[in-house]
């Protein structure tokens, strides 16, 4: 049945169905990181952006509070292609076949940015910013005892948001090639879209202008790179709408 002749009751059954699965691979993915998290906690502490640092725990329940936060974390990034693999599937009915074919390609893609997107912020961005608050304490000859609980906290308020801002440029192109958005629009909010990325890369950088800069720069440049993007995704998506046009026209002759 096409999702255009669906009725809302149906729509709403088949949103279940899909959730349904998202949950029980959430579970799953639950269960498999109960083996992985330990190991990569460990690792994480032992890497080079903490060797220097001394983890303490500075309640009971904090080794334990990392731990399961960790678990959570394992299980989304496990379950993502399957949550992206739903989402296409509860809208594929509603598109055309070849725009089935194009976003359903857009899946593995989203995952590569979301893992290119952690990768920079822990390999790149992380490490100089735990350098300069270990700067700034020993100009201000503060001794600093850092908590696990605070140190994971703290890594993964500045690597999960990279993860899902490095999605923009296939967001912005699935948007572009269902019609919801244009590169003409893209362009001309462009001056609004990069104040709010420099408040985002405010909000998740320290106040010095080095890491500001590390984080503002590739925003910017990921957004550009989405208009370009949004280009190819809306010459195609015309030139599919004038075959599409072509072929009703031939089938009515």
Same mark, same amino acid.
């Given at each position: 049945m096409n999702q255009r002749d669906m009725t809302i009751?149906?729509?709403?059954?088949?949103?279940?169905?899909?959730?349904?699965?998202?949950v029980v691979f959430f579970f799953v993915a639950i269960v498999a990181s109960f083996f992985i998290s330990q190991p990569?906690?460990?690792f994480l502490q032992h890497a080079d952006?903490?060797?220097?640092?001394?983890?303490?725990?500075?309640?009971?329940?904090?080794?334990? =509070?990392?731990?399961?936060?960790?678990? @959570?974390? #394992?299980? /989304? *990034?496990?379950?993502s292609p399957v949550i992206l693999y739903q989402l296409w599937a509860f809208i594929s009915p509603g598109l055309y076949?070849?725009?089935?074919?194009?976003?359903?390609?857009?899946?593995?893609?989203?995952v590569i940015l979301f893992l290119g997107g952690l990768a920079f912020s822990y390999f790149i961005l992380f490490p100089n910013i735990i350098k300069f608050m270990m700067n700034l304490s020993g100009d201000m000859e503060i001794q600093q005892v850092i908590g696990i609980n605070e140190y994971f906290q703290f890594l993964f308020q500045i690597t999960v948001?990279?993860?899902?801002?490095f999605q923009l440029p296939v967001v912005m192109l699935f948007l572009t090639r269902l019609g919801i958005v244009t590169p003409m629009f893209?362009? =001309?909010?462009?001056?609004?879209?990069? @104040?709010? #990325?420099? /408040? *985002?890369?405010?909000?998740?950088?320290?106040?010095?202008?080095?890491?500001?800069?590390?984080?503002?720069?590739?925003?910017?440049?990921?957004?550009?790179?989405?208009?370009?993007?949004?280009?190819?995704?809306?010459?195609?998506?015309?030139?599919?709408?004038?075959?599409?046009?072509?072929?009703?026209?031939?089938?009515?002759?």
């Open positions: 009751f149906e729509h709403i059954g088949e949103l279940r169905k899909r959730l349904i699965i998202v990569l906690i460990r952006e903490a060797s220097q640092l001394t983890m303490n725990a500075f309640r009971i329940t904090d080794p334990f =509070k990392v731990y399961m936060e960790m678990i @959570f974390f #394992l299980a /989304v *990034i496990l379950t076949e070849r725009e089935r074919k194009v976003t359903l390609s857009y899946i593995p893609f989203s948001p990279f993860g899902f801002l893209l362009g =001309k909010i462009r001056k609004y879209a990069y @104040f709010v #990325l420099l /408040v *985002i890369a405010a909000i998740i950088t320290p106040p010095d202008i080095v890491s500001h800069m590390m984080v503002t720069v590739p925003l910017l440049i990921l957004y550009e790179i989405s208009i370009a993007i949004a280009r190819i995704g809306y010459r195609k998506s015309l030139e599919a709408e004038k075959l599409l046009e072509q072929e009703e026209s031939s089938e009515e002759e």
